[in-house]
């Protein structure tokens, strides 16, 4: 199901900034999360934001890599990249070398799923999770933490079933959303046009418990203030809320592969 919200306070209703879908500045578009997407990987998710999808999955594999072997720790670790025509005009695919932006991408889905996973639970493992944009409108990177996790959840559950680990070595959920200023005023869950209009541009991750994850905050007309940043972390709170919630319903949906 779609998930929706309109959470306005007094003083910002006085202008609305026109939307898609005529959504409100403190709206989320509309999200599913549709689990068991692909066949033969433990995790594969779907996940959907406005017209942004991202396909994630995630496969649970025996060892580590060298550098982490005889710790007793285990390993989670990310890829992501854009199919060719995800935005649009055709963008030749990465044969040989990962891009810089899909690299930086690749390394922050991975810094936040590790961030909520317990490594000594997790024991010599490794959980390998691949984003591919399957279409993108902006809020690539926010929907592929979002998805990753419902992914990296259901390759536990994996895990769990086939005796590779004795308890679930996830600690709580992260997710992820944008918020930026665009005309003057703070709007959730950028789209591409609005992300191209944005005048501050914010990436916010943060866990299920409230806790932040990382930020990524970058202003590309002028600046912004402390105070700002403060309403805007504010503002992606409430829809990281959200998104949690969505998480949930999708984790307790039962899962059935063809």
Known sequence: MPVRGSIRRPEECETIVPRSNGRGNRELRPCCIERAYTKFVPGSVLMSLGD??????????AGVPGWRQGSG???????????PTAGGARKPRSRNRVDGRSQEIQRLIGRCLRAVTDMSGLGENSILLDCDVIQADGGTRTAAITGAYVALCDAVR?????GLIAASPVTESVAAVSVGRVGGKLLLDLDYQEDAAADVDVNVVMTGGGRLVEIQGTAERG????????????????????????????????????
């Open 52 to 61: 942004t999808r991202v396909l994630c999955t995630a496969c649970f594999e």
């Open 73 to 83: 720790l285990g390993w989670v670790t990310a890829e992501y990249d854009m199919l």
């Open 158 to 162: 994996h895990g769990l079933q086939h």
């Open 223 to 258: 600046s912004f203030t402390r105070a700002e940043l403060g309403r805007m972390v504010t503002l992606a709170a409430s829809g990281i809320r959200q998104l949690h919630e969505a998480q949930e319903r999708a984790l307790r949906r039962r899962m059935t592969k063809g």
